[in-house]
Nanobody
Framework: QVRVVESGGGLVQPGGSLRLSCAASGFFVSRYSMSWYRQAPGKERGLVAD????????VYVDSVKGRFTISRDTAKNTVSLQMNSLKPEDTAVYYC????????WGRGTQVTVSS
């Protein structure tokens, strides 16, 4: 069964860090470009970061450049999102999926940045 499961979210103060993880099953992350998305309350889901299938290319939305890092672990078949210098506007539910051949969306993981 092809699925993704996100984890690692939580409540963090502004300026803090979190590391999100996306566990893939039914397919290999090494064969697909993978993306992280987020959806804030009352807003549409939007792209945060991509990583190419061979892992050597990454793209970030301007609002997270220099703060977030997407990576993957082919041995564990996971994709991660390291988030540093978090801001209240980063509060959202975060999702991962294959970029060009998306599968069923997971439940996401809630990230709340608040003092």
């Amino acid at each position: 069964q092809v699925r993704v499961v996100e984890s690692g979210g939580g409540l963090v103060q502004p300026g803090g860090s979190l590391r999100l993880s996306c566990a893939a099953s039914g397919f290999f992350v090494s064969r697909y470009s993978m993306s992280w998305y987020r959806q804030a309350p009352g807003k549409e889901r939007g792209l945060v970061a991509d990583i190419t299938s061979n892992g050597d290319g990454t793209v970030y939305v301007d609002s997270v450049k220099g703060r977030f890092t997407i990576s993957r672990d082919t041995a564990k078949n996971t994709v991660s999102l390291q988030m540093n210098s978090l801001k209240p506007e980063d509060t959202a539910v975060y999702y991962c999926n294959r970029k060009f051949v998306p599968t069923t969306w997971g439940r996401g993981t809630q990230v709340t940045v608040s003092s």
